[in-house]
């Protein structure tokens, strides 16, 4: 092995001077291609259906992705130091579920709720973390359970029941509480943007965390050192970083954007019901996986999987326009991801 | 404080339970075998489905019968394995149950189960899934009746012509039932067109159901009345329209009820008119009473069919309905249902 | 010590590219001895293990086994004839979720006249067979992933035996176990020894060499450099040879020490080591060489913070120093350029910017918000002054030849200013006019801080160094300037023959 290694640089020290600087055919096709893509999916569906090309239309694909978009956003923090996060699914409808309680069951008011909620996704995150790093339990096989785990817990306070105001309790007496109009204006308040009552605030949200995220991880040291980690975990510990730290890091801001896309969840349905969230999960993963391929990235990157969701969005919303049934749209689904996926490591891999 | 209420209120409703057993025991030499001695009666709840508010009544329905009875309850839950359901049924053989009421389920996974436990000379019926079995009675919330109230009070409300966006995922029994009812409608209105078909049930399904009715809504803005012949597609559809600020334009008539349906139905302005429902409870209730009879060598008929309902809008409204409770004692034909009542039945305590 | 030669090695040559590895070896076998292969790292002891065990095929001369011609296309075909390898990793040996047994006739299992089904039973008398040929007294029905890695690695061995091998090449089979481990390894090398295989032992441990060899050859830059099988065998000669005789000494313009800015007092490595002492001088070059194996790397990782002392103390620039983390030593000046570089160095995905400011990122922050026009700026004068070849810093490193992926490394931790500049085997898979670039930069800046180089290889430390430290055990042996250097005593040193009366 070390002669090999020995014998390696005199061949390829020739090789960086040869390469030319400009992009060759297939690189602006590995850079531009998904979003050549996406535009032409636009362009196809607004001459397809009438009312695609509107702005409210445009609003809505995004209303549409928002949750599963901010879940995305949370899991790419995760594949960014080289994990994965299979609760978000879960985590979201156990927030949502948290919120319900908290406002219907215990009468409080949205800001306790919301603030719970985000408690709870901050602490399922850390406990992920935890035994991640220091139980090394592998992070699929960590996550997996903390799944499941939580599918039954937001079962037990309400013995499985959905939460919504005057619902019967276990003991018999009926709820009082109510969802308050604060909460539930994060999910139905919309804001004037050119057009009175466009943009609905589960966008807003969406749109902030996917700026902020974005800033975090490419403009940040922590977001650096967050893909230095999960590109080569030994190295950032010989520059001195902290890679328990960043993992576990990761997991709780994976655990709390999930627990926003759960709140935002309670405030649209304006009830709490029971749902296991693997459908959110699935969507979400997908999102994110897409990313990989935007820009030619090859790596996981928070406008990657924006775009991810959004061209999910478009897809899915251009296709019920066109009156696709809904088995089609789960296979339309699964081709975009396995073509996404090809892409990245077919493509791209080609480079290493 | 609110916590040491609720912990006093569960309390007396034990007491009052307790209490409550008492006649039920007292009467039991009344009953014929084997509720003379009820304690050893055991049956088993084999189920398909359980998420949701539906199923969590339904097995409310199908515990306070079985409480009235006295009998011993066992409740297997394969959530939505079709497979693990047969192995269930298996196992309640196993455990030498009295009777079994299968809940839900796939035909072709629970046909020869259920031919099993009837070989093993237990008693079965079964809600809302054909076993193709003639020892095996039928408890029907009459899907067909559903899906046909709705519509009735569709072409009250809009005439005989209008354009219909139908919200259907094939394949599920239930939703297979009310989607002959609709196509028989718009074979008899000619009127009625369809814009637009969509569904799915990706779950949270109200929120998956939403995002498809925002797209279907956008791209036919003249769609007046939604038919959304399941609670939960309902309330996906009503979140749209609310979103697309529609709700003036359009109606939506549904099937079945829960607490969290009547707030949505009594929202102002809400565009949800009207749905049609048998109360869930009830039908637990039917069903663990046709397995009586059946335990007592009665016979409760070929089909039980539990009748519907219909609950609009304005009815909610007038009588001030805020939850089901209220709903039950606001609307008795919908607290009860005169079905498989034999003289010796106990019937569960209402308030 | 007349056995007949069974293997026989002449005019072997093999070439990588532009790259001769191995040049003219002749070698023979013979039954019944233990033939030790030392060599440096790259000197072509892999290569030639691998052409012997069929991996490669040599492009020059040829090697006959028992007097036949001696070709193998694959490893299976080299194992079938009877030439059989055990690799320093043991978890190559070995299936650990499967039972001692099962692992001592898996070969046997692959073959594909053997029945479908799996007999348990006949499994166990084989296995029991092949134990009791080789006097190995294990639980037949232990897991070998619940055994200790001696034990293991006999059961590789045994398992190897099950192929009656007529050579047995076994390439560090010490390195991961402990001396109590090895000591039983080599009553049973001694074992097959009697048994008349022919064993082809390779390893840089002097003490294992001492218990085992019948004979000694030295491989040094792809040649034979020495054959030593005389009475009483010559240690320090055969280390001499494998580490070259045309050194000369006194390369460096020494540089006298001055002030110290590090010492260490009392401190032990490993337990049962001896403790050691050291100073470092401000502006002084020193190198630490040893053997592989002998605690250079602890050291390294001991003084960056990634591991800790068992006993001793440190003090730098006058202040104690005990880091806990990498990121301590980083903030009080102390830089390491660890080994391996492509596992503990680079970060693949990352451009030669922000490789070279990973660990500095807090100076290079805004309010953490990274500055990447002053990263770059830094990593183009980086690359400037190492003469990195690259089109510009944003190319990502995978692009980079190995030579300037280890100049982006030792770029890195030159573009900061160091009290104290660690660098473990910095030359390490880099050819030479890298190397002299490298050793000259670390020359040219090395005026305000203390560096300290680990190296294996003597004439990169006589070459770079002010001052020559010999680690052997786990400790500190011997010191030399430069200048005046004895290679005599040094070699002696690093053949550990004081450790012998010292032990």
Sequence with gaps: MRTELAEKPVAEAQQPESMQPSLTLREIAIRYGFLALLFGLIIFFSLATGGFASPQAAVFILQSVSITGILALGVTATLV?????????????????????????????????????????????????????????????????????????????????????????????????????????????????????????????????????????????????????????????????????????????????????????????GRGDIASGTNLLLDSVAAALIGFAVLGAAKPNAFGTAIGALFVGVLLQGLTMMNVPYYTQDFVKGAVLVIALVFTFALLGRRN | MKLTRRHLGRLT?????????????????????????PGDVEIALVRYLSTGDFFQAYLSGVEAQAEALGVNLRVLDSRQDAALQADMVDQAIALGVDGIVIQHGLTESMKEAAQRAVDAGIKVVAFDVNVENEAIPQIEQSDRDLARLALEQAIEDNGESWKAAYVYVPGIAPLDRRNETWMEFKEKYPGIEQVAEFGTLDNPIANSVANQARSVLSANPDTQVVFAPYDEFAKGVKIAVDEAGLSDGIKIYSADISTADISAMREPNSAWVATAATNPAVVGEVSVRALAMLLADEDPGENVVVPPTLITQQLLNDEDVKNMQELSQKMPQFAHADVAVPDWMPLPERD | MAQSVVFNIAGLGKSFGPNTVLRDITLALRAGEVTVLMGANGAGKSTLVKIMSGVHQADRGAMQLEGTSFLPGTPAEAMRAGVVTVHQNIDDGVVSALNVATNLV???????????????????????????????????????????????????????????????????????????????????????????????????????????????????DGRITGLFEDEPLDYEGAVNAMLGQELSAGHAAACAASEPIFTASGVQLAPGASPFSLALGMSEVVAITGLVGVGKTQLAEMLYGLRHPLAGSMQL??????????????????????????RTGIVPDFNIYKNMSLPFLPRFSFFSITQRRAERAAARAQIENMGIVCRSERDDLFTLSGGNQQKVTVARWLSQPSRMLILDEPFQGVDIAARHDIAAKLRESAKERATLLFLTELDEALETADRILVMSEHTIVGEHRTSEVDMARLLAEVAGANMQGAA
């Design chain 2, 13 to 37: 409703a034990g007491l009052l339970g307790a209490t409550l057993l008492w006649p039920a025991a007292a009467s039991a030499q009344d009953m014929p075998a084997p509720f003379d001695n």
């Design chain 1, 81 to 269: 130091v080289g994990g994965f996060d299979l609760s978000i699914g879960s985590v979201a409808t156990s927030a949502m579920m948290a919120a319900a309680y908290m406002m219907v069951i215990l009468e409080q008011n949205a800001l306790v709720a919301v603030l719970v909620c985000l408690a709870i996704g901050a602490f399922v995150g850390l406990l992920n973390g935890l035994i991640i790093c220091y139980m090394r339990v592998p992070d699929l096989l960590a996550t997996l359970g903390m799944m499941f785990l939580l599918i039954g817990l937001q079962r037990i306070p309400t013995e499985g029941r959905s939460i919504a105001s005057g619902m019967t309790l276990p003991d018999g007496s009926a709820a009082e509480g109510t969802f308050s109009p604060a909460f539930l204006a994060l999910g139905r308040h919309r804001f004037d943007f050119f057009i009175e009552n466009l943009v609905p605030a589960s966008v807003v949200v969406l749109l902030v965390l996917a700026v902020l995220i974005w800033f975090f991880l490419e403009y940040t040291r922590f977001g650096r050192m967050m893909y230095a980690v999960g590109s080569n975990a030994r190295a950032a510990e010989f520059a001195g970083a902290p890679v328990n730290a960043y993992k576990i890091w990761a997991y709780v801001i994976s655990g709390v954007f999930a627990s926003i896309g759960g709140i935002l969840l309670a405030a649209r349905l």
């Design chain 3, 317 to 342: 620039d006058g202040k104690p120093y005990a880091p806990r983390t990498p990121a301590d030593a980083i903030r009080r000046g102390v830089f390491l350029v660890a080994k391996d570089r492509a």
């Design chain 3, 106 to 220: 898996l070969d046997r299992l692959n073959n594909t006249k053997r029945g479908i089904l799996f007999n348990p039973h006949r499994i166990r008398s084989e296995a029991r067979e092949i134990a009791e040929q080789m006097d190995l007294s294990l639980d037949l029905s232990a897991n070998v992933n619940e055994l200790p890695l001696a034990d293991r690695q006999m059961v590789a061995i045994a398992r190897a035996m099950a192929h009656e091998p007529k050579v047995m090449i076994l390439d560090e089979p010490t390195s991961s176990l402990s001396s109590k481990e090895a000591d039983r390894l080599f009553a049973f090398i001694d074992r097959l020894r009697e048994r008349g295989v022919a064993i082809l032992y390779i390893s840089h441990r002097m003490s294992d060499i001492r218990r085992l060899a019948d004979r000694i050859v030295s491989l040094r």
